[in-house]
């Protein structure tokens, strides 16, 4: 349980997140311009089947083709620089929050199985890390979706409904992925549940196995469990 602080005093939560703010202010400013560069290709296409072939003027293909080039680049180049700052703040979440959950564990005598329980927290702080340095990008981009299709539909309203059918597609193959792989995935799950379950209950009974030359035995029931 968490010791109860003083009035005033600042937790470590509160002091990370007061930190982050300023990192996490810069990406959501480069996801913004990020998200915004997405209309360049679509600006693109409508201006260069709208003005060119009516001027047959090569000098605005070009200059148009620079722009949106230029565009891109940018796009990429904030992608790619939110992305990293993400990575590092993951890194940073798991140095800052990990030591102290390893010393707490360690230095609590009243709990069971300290490895177990050092191994849990560790776990979280893991699973953190892994969704920030991953799966947060999607995340972000999906506030500004809506945005997006709001934009594509002022474009040219075909362009629209292009956008939405294609979102729906993707949802349907998305739920049907689901659908069609959850029993293999929850299979997968428990096999990968059974083999740890062996591996640790061999480890803490290490003299019996070697004892009874239960080795070879527990390698092929673990060779069969990661075949099922």
Known sequence: MAKR??????TSLAAAWRISRPGLAAVMIFTACFNLLKFAMPLYLIQALDRVPASRSI????????MV???TACGMVLDVLRRRMLVRWGVWIERR?????????????RLADQTAE?????????KLRGFVS???????DL?????????IFLIHPLLGVIGLASLVLLAVVGVLS???TRDARRASGDAYREQSELVQAAGQNKESVGAFSMARTLTERWRRTASA
């Not at 000098?59 to 620079?66: D, W």
């Not at 506030?143 to 934009?151: E, N, Q, R, T, V």
């Open 5 to 10: 602080r003083k009035a005033g005093t600042e």
């Open 59 to 66: 000098e605005t293909l070009v200059m148009l083709t620079i």
């Open 69 to 71: 080039v230029i565009a």
């Open 97 to 109: 929050f990990g030591p102290p959950m390893v010393d707490r564990g360690l230095a609590d005598s």
């Open 118 to 126: 050092i191994s849990s927290s560790l776990g979280y702080v893991e």
């Open 134 to 140: 991953g799966p947060m990008v999607s995340w972000l």
């Open 143 to 151: 506030f500004f979706a809506p945005l997006f299709f709001l934009g």
């Open 178 to 180: 689901d659908t069609l």
